[in-house]
C-alpha cells in the first residue's frame, strides 16, 4: 500500500510538473509569436511611411522627367498627400481635391504651350523640402502650389488667396495677377494677396506662390470645389494669373 501511494503521488507530482512546463512553454510561444508580428507590423509602417499610395479616382497623368526646352517651366504643387490629408470637412480632403485641381491646372497650362511638372500625381506623402528641391532640381521658372483652407471660428468665411514670400517683387507681381484674374470671375470670391513665410516659399529659388484655393470650413464654397463648372472656372483663372505676364492668358 505504501508503495501504491508513493507511486500514486509521484504521478500526480509528474503531471503537476508537466501541465506547468506547458503552460511556460505556452507563455514564451505566445510571446514569441507578439514579438515577431509586433516586429513585422512596426517595419511594415517604417518602410511603407513614404511610399507611393494611389487613392481610389486618381487620375494619374503621365509626365517626363525634365521640362522640354523653349516652353515657360512651371512646376506644380498639389499639397499635403499620403498619411498628410491637409484640412477637410464632410467627407471632402484637401490632399484630394489639391491634387484634382492641380492635375487639371497642369493640362491647361500645357495646352496653352506652357512646360509643366508636378511634385506629385498619385497619393503620395513629400516633405516640404523635397517639393521645394524638385523644382530647383528641374530649374523651374514658376512654382504654383496648391491648397485648400480652413477656418474654426467663421464658417462664413469664403475666398481664394495667394501667398508669397514677403521681399520678392517677382512673386508678388504673380500672387498680383493670379488674384486679377480671379477678380474677373462673377463665379469666384477673393481674398487678395497675403505674405507668408511657408517652407516651399522660402526654399524655392525661383518665383513662387501658395494659392488657398478656397475654404472648406464654408459649406457653400466646399460644395463649389467639388463642382466640374466651378473647378474648369478656376482653373482658367489660375492659368490666365500664372501667364500674364507670358502675354498668353488665352
Known amino acids: ?18 501541465m506547468i ?9 505566445l510571446f ?3 514579438l515577431i508580428w509586433g516586429g513585422t507590423f512596426l517595419w511594415n509602417r517604417l518602410t511603407t511611411d513614404g511610399e507611393e499610395q494611389t487613392f481610389a479616382g486618381a487620375s494619374v497623368i503621365e509626365q517626363p522627367e525634365t521640362f ?9 504643387d498639389a499639397g499635403h498627400g499620403g498619411k ?20 487639371k491646372l497642369a493640362k491647361e497650362l500645357k495646352k496653352r504651350g506652357a512646360s ?55 512673386a508678388q507681381k504673380l500672387a498680383e495677377n493670379v ?18 513665410d511657408f517652407s516651399v516659399l522660402r526654399n524655392t ?15 457653400s464654397e466646399r460644395q463649389n470645389l467639388g463642382s466640374k463648372d466651378y473647378q474648369q472656372e478656376l482653373i482658367d483663372r489660375l492659368a490666365d494669373g500664372i501667364l500674364m505676364e507670358n502675354g498668353e492668358t488665352s
Open 1 to 18: 500500500m505504501s508503495k501504491r501511494r508513493m507511486s500514486r503521488r509521484r504521478r500526480k507530482r509528474l503531471i503537476r510538473i508537466f
Open 21 to 29: 512546463r506547458c503552460g511556460m512553454l505556452t507563455v514564451v510561444l
Open 32 to 34: 514569441l509569436f507578439g
Open 68 to 76: 522640354p526646352k523653349g516652353k515657360p517651366r512651371i512646376m506644380i
Open 84 to 103: 498628410d490629408q491637409g484640412t477637410s470637412a464632410g467627407n471632402v480632403l484637401e490632399k484630394d481635391l489639391n491634387l484634382q485641381v492641380a492635375e
Open 116 to 170: 509643366v511638372l508636378l511634385t506629385r500625381t498619385d497619393d503620395t506623402k513629400i516633405p516640404l523640402e523635397e517639393r521645394a528641391a524638385m523644382a530647383n532640381e528641374k530649374e523651374a521658372d514658376l512654382f504654383v502650389s496648391i491648397h485648400c483652407n480652413y477656418c474654426e471660428d467663421d464658417s462664413s468665411v469664403q475666398g481664394l488667396e495667394c501667398y508669397y514670400r514677403e521681399g520678392s517683387d517677382e
Open 179 to 196: 488674384v486679377t484674374a480671379v477678380e474677373e470671375s462673377s463665379m469666384m470670391s477673393c481674398r487678395g494677396t497675403r505674405t507668408a
Open 205 to 219: 529659388f525661383m518665383t513662387a506662390v501658395l494659392v488657398e484655393i478656397g475654404y472648406l470650413s464654408n459649406s
